[in-house]
């Protein structure tokens, strides 16, 4: 009895001493770190490797327009007005160089001079201006020879001109150039004065100067040159 009484306080004071140490050891096996799983390495690469790579958008940079000057303004505006004194010909259509002349008006058999029918590029005087001008077209020249009492409109067409008087009528036609057929039966102005009289027949008047055909109240005068002795103009006109 006296031995369990002794062996009492030994037992109570090996009881907290064991409890203490239970609590230390659970706290230690809690505290120790967890088993990691083990990364194999070429996994590790592979995987990474193989992934794509994104690429950054890239950045935009917008450079703000820096806004013109007046004098800016001004300094443009001069260059152009320059410019425009400055013409590009080759933009502009050119000409041939073996482009044919423009057709020379060609008179008839039965509209050709005849005494009996006197005419000059087919033209009898007093016809009217309306037919003249639907026959040979616009002219180059036109004015107004006032000189008479009766003014008369002259219509240049280059090669000869003809007029009209107040009523618009046919007044006079005059031939200047040998570039075309005067409709004289082959007579042409740069003949020789033999040349007319032999086509046309003896002159009412034959000066060294002018031979003249007087038909039908007409006047056909064929001015010549003395030192050439060559037709310069042929005339027809009113013989008054």
Known sequence: MMMNNAMRPIWLGFVPVAFASLIVAGCQDSSAPSAQPTIDPSVY??????????????????????????EDT??????????TNKTDLSDLPQTSASAKPTSKPKVKDEDAYQLENPTLMGLKLGTSKKLVLDRFGKAKKQFVMDEDDDAVQVYDFGDFSVG???????????VHSTEIDPGLRGLHLG????????????????????LSYKSQGT????????????IQSIKLFADR
Do not use: C, M, R
């Not at 490797?49 to 890239?58: E, G, I, N, R």
């Not at 443009?76 to 320059?82: F, G, I, L, P």
């Not at 009209?164 to 005059?174: G, I, P, Q, S, T």
């Not at 032999?198 to 002018?210: C, D, E, Q």
């Open 74 to 83: 001004i300094a443009k505006h001069e260059a152009q007005v320059a410019n």
């Open 45 to 70: 690469v592979q995987n990474h490797s193989t992934s794509p790579v994104s690429t950054p958008p890239a950045l935009v940079v917008v450079t703000p327009t820096a806004s013109p000057t007046p």
């Open 219 to 230: 006047l056909l005068k064929i001015d010549i040159d003395p030192s050439e002795n060559t």
């Open 191 to 210: 003949q020789k004065a033999e040349d007319a009289v032999a086509i046309l027949g003896k002159p009412n008047s034959n000066t060294k100067y002018v």
């Open 164 to 174: 009209f008087n107040a009523k618009d009528a046919l007044e006079f036609v005059d």
